[in-house]
């Protein structure tokens, strides 16, 4: 079973950055797909929104509000997989999960949120 533990998050000001970082433990021998996704204060599960994700062979997506804003990567040789946060602004808030998934898709956020494992989160607030 894989686990995975967020941390990095805080209370920043609009225009500021922030690095995520998300732990990996447990097996993930062969191709996975690992991504980042937001929950809106005040939200459920359902609610949450891909932020990003990046394939075994490096490949990235993003949601259209965060491209060239936020970026995602991953440090094979630590297990841990990273999201940059830059330029943040007010609607940026919320909680902040990664998530991993063996295999490679076509449509990452939807495999991701629907059959991945996921971390509880690190909360990301941002005043204007």
């Known amino acids: 079973q894989v686990r995975l533990m967020e941390s990095g998050g805080g209370s920043v000001r609009a225009g500021e950055s922030l690095r995520l970082s998300c732990s990996v433990s447990g097996d993930t021998t062969g191709p996975y797909t690992w991504g980042w996704f937001r929950q809106p204060p005040g939200t459920e599960r359902e609610a949450r929104e891909g932020?990003?994700?990046?394939?075994?062979?490096?490949?990235?997506r993003y949601a259209q509000s965060v491209k060239d804003r936020f970026t995602i990567s991953r440090d094979n040789d630590n297990n841990t997989l990273y999201l940059a946060l830059n330029n943040l602004a007010h609607e940026d808030t919320g909680l902040y999960l990664c998530a991993a998934l063996p295999g490679h898709y076509k449509d990452t956020f939807l495999a991701l949120i629907k059959i991945g494992y996921w971390g509880q989160g690190t909360q990301v607030t941002v005043s204007s």
């Open positions: 932020i990003a994700t990046i394939d075994n062979d490096g490949s990235t």
